[in-house]
């Protein structure tokens, strides 16, 4: 039985206050989690609410009804309470951060009363014949910096890796080859939200230089490294356009034109987001024309929700999910749009937030569920805290 829960203000990696919590079992078991926040937020995602109130109601609703009421080790009656004290679709009452907090703190402290590796316990028997390929954040722009890129994250993307370890590597080579490139070209090597570059330069040359890097790295290590794009349309869609400072705007048909020209200029492995959040028509579209050699990712499309991935499965949106724990609220509603996507060809990719701390849950998750892809940036500390995670794990399996 759970017999204590404790919840306190931290700081995320932007500065902001999140939420930290602390469950203890009566057979010492003990689990801390804390949750990550969003800067480029889905419309449709489960609500974060100021850490402090998060942490007030959750203190009057859901602790009481965990401690010494449910089993640490069943994970999904501590998601159903959690569900059942919150009373609302989209945590509005206890606050999705102090959900996930207590869902992740939870699991850990169950994995650790079961002495088990956190990932065996979120994946039962562990399926581990894969493990998941890092998506490396390596120049980015949008909600994530000022004055940078209008394609939010450009993603190195070693699909070649002999094993997690060289792949996390191969990212950090790439994201330090785009920073002498820069260099040599004179420009400003500023850095965004995630550490990755946020130079002031075009959409254009962005594209040529990760290509450059990619290729170059890829030459070294002697595997493929191709790369790919989180374009987080949704935050560039207004009146029906898609807007491009420094560009003309583009319809919606002209957007889904130059992603699949993108797609096969630079062999693209993998778009993020290429088309407004509601827009899951558009979406279908353009797997249609290019789902057969890339992936198509719903983020904000479909954060991590089953009704609305089960809504693009019905129309064929998209081949691929970004599964966020925050953006639905507990580790059993992620895992439940992981095994949905997995039972429909729908590829995974398990992801951080840009707003992070050291927590290391996702990195298991994504081991524990056999999720294909991970995306958890590249270099920054709160980043390299799940990185060098999956490294120890891959050493254990
Ligand atoms: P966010 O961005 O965490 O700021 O929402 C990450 C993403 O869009 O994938
Ligand atoms: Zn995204």
């Known amino acids: 039985l759970i017999t204590d829960i404790t919840l306190r203000r931290i700081l995320d990696s932007r500065g902001n206050a999140t939420v930290e919590a602390e469950v203890t079992t009566e057979d010492g078991g ?3 989690g804390a949750a990550p926040s ?12 100021p850490a402090e109130e998060a942490i007030e109601k959750a203190e009057a609703d859901a ?11 069943d994970q999904r009656a501590i998601d159903d309470t959690l569900h059942e004290v919150d009373g609302t679709d989209d945590f509005s009452g206890i ?14 402290a169950g994995a650790d009363e079961l002495g088990l590796p956190l990932f065996q316990h979120l ?19 949008g909600e994530h910096a000022e004055e940078a890129t209008n394609i939010q994250e450009f993603l ?52 040529e230089i990760v290509d450059q890097a990619t290729t170059e790295v890829s030459d070294d290590l002697g595997f493929e490294i191709s790369f790919g794009l989180d374009m987080a349309a949704a935050e560039m869609y207004e009146d029906g356009e898609y807007v491009y400072e420094g560009e003309a705007n583009r319809s919606t048909a002209e957007q889904i034109d130059y992603v699949a020209e993108m797609v096969d200029e630079y062999d693209m492995a993998y778009v993020e987001d290429p088309l407004d959040e509601n827009d899951f028509e558009a979406f279908a579209e353009l797997t249609d024309r290019v789902g057969d050699r890339t992936l198509i990712c719903g983020d904000d499309l479909y954060v991590t929700n089953v009704e609305r991935l089960q809504d693009g ?6 081949n691929s999910i970004l599964i966020k724990p925050n953006q639905i609220g507990t580790l059993s509603d992620a895992v439940d749009a992981i095994e949905l996507g ?16 050291e927590d290391t849950t996702i990195a298991h998750l994504a081991v524990g569920a056999a999720a294909p892809y991970i995306k958890t940036g590249t270099v920054a500390g709160e980043r390299t805290a799940k990185l060098n995670e999956l490294i120890r794990i891959e050493e254990q399996v």
């Open 30 to 32: 003990f689990g801390r």
């Open 38 to 49: 969003g800067a480029s937020t889905g419309e449709h995602e489960a609500l974060e609410l």
């Open 63 to 73: 602790v009481p009804a965990l401690v010494g009421e449910v089993d640490a080790t």
């Open 95 to 108: 606050g999705a951060n102090s959900a996930v907090a207590i869902s992740m703190a939870a699991a850990k």
């Open 123 to 141: 994946g039962g028997t562990f399926r581990g014949d894969q493990f998941p390929t890092p998506l490396g954040n390596v120049v980015g722009g």
């Open 156 to 207: 190195s993307a070693p699909v070649g890796a002999p094993s997690v370890t060289e792949a996390v590597f191969a990212n950090a080579q790439v994201h330090a080859r785009i920073g002498e490139l820069l260099e040599e070209k004179g420009v400003p090597a500023n850095k965004g939200d995630e550490g990755a570059w946020a130079p002031p330069i075009g959409d254009d040359e962005a594209f």
């Open 313 to 318: 499965i019905d129309k064929g949106s998209s």
């Open 342 to 357: 997995a039972e429909n060809g729908i590829v995974s990719a398990v992801s951080h937030r840009s707003g992070e701390t």
